[in-house]
């Protein structure tokens, strides 16, 4: 989930890896599944991690019919508390979104929940904070009358919001960009152009990463210091420990193959 600021990392909701998680969508960094051990195998190793880091994790089971439903980012936005359930331009991934906003309101109750509807659509994929800013995608996923809709929530919060036009070749703004802490962001060359974020307030960096790592740009950065970065991405990992930060490695070839990204994985309560 990237929608959180680091000190709001202290209990993600995820979703198990179901039996037909090699049925999921792969149209982007992925060419689809093809071995559920290994998925369910980093799935465990993902959440260990934050267990391991104190973040408390609740698992919502899997759904066979759904077979994207471990990337739960995508259901829902959850911005200090504030809940907007988006309408997803998927169609095979509209029917994920009742048990994750169950789970949320079972968490999160006395919070107000706000529904988007269609035409509207947005993917939670397409957000990103750095601090309090935020950034959305403009993606084949998320769409302006979206995006009007995310604005009025910020409006309301108080934050500004930056859109982002996500090349034809990307799924999802969090595809390719994170917030490894409050005042970094990682993206790559080549997807995006370097004006793509604007000038960055309170000394905020953008780290600029070649374009054959641009998978590794998603990562998920905890409240310790610690920054989980997928297996493979050495450039992404060396720019990080140059920060003091410190690197968990994780395989993330299968959830990869379904053109998933640690982000994706949860949400933050
Ligand atoms: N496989 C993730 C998605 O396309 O939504």
Redesign the pocket.
């Known amino acids: 989930m990237a929608t959180a600021r680091l000190d709001q990392k202290r209990h993600a909701l995820v979703r198990a890896v179901p039996n037909s998680f090699t049925d999921?969508?792969?149209?982007f960094f992925g060419s689809g599944p093809s071995d559920l051990g290994m998925a369910r195998l980093a799935h465990k190793k993902y959440c260990s991690i934050l267990e391991d880091n104190g973040v408390k994790v609740t698992v919502i089971p899997a759904d066979d019919d759904y077979p994207?439903c471990i990337?739960v980012e995508?259901q829902a936005v959850i911005i200090d508390g504030h809940v907007l359930l988006p309408a997803l331009m998927?169609p095979s991934?509209r029917g994920e979104q009742q048990v994750v906003a169950d789970a949320i309101i079972e968490e999160l109750s006395g919070h107000k929940v706000c529904k988007m509807y269609h035409p509207a659509v947005m993917?939670g994929g397409d957000l990103l904070r750095f601090g309090d800013l935020f950034f959305v995608g403009r993606s084949t996923r998320t769409n302006d009358a979206g995006i009007t809709e995310l604005r009025d929530l910020l409006d309301h919060l108080g934050y500004e919001l930056r859109t982002v036009d996500i090349p034809d070749n990307a799924?999802h703004l969090t595809s390719l960009a994170s917030t490894p802490t409050d005042t970094t962001l990682l993206a790559p060359l080549g997807y995006l152009d370097e004006s793509a974020f604007g000038e960055l307030p309170n000394g905020g960096e953008i780290i600029w990463i070649p374009e054959e790592e641009a998978y590794g740009c998603n990562t998920l950065g905890l409240p310790n210091g610690k920054v989980l970065v997928a297996d493979g991405y050495p450039t992404v990992a060396a720019e990080l420990e140059s920060r003091g930060l410190e690197v968990v490695i994780i395989d993330m070839e299968q959830i990869r193959a379904?053109?998933?990204s640690l982000t994706c994985l949860s949400l933050f309560l």
């Open positions: 999921a969508l792969a149209n994207d990337f995508d998927a991934r993917d799924l379904a053109d998933g």
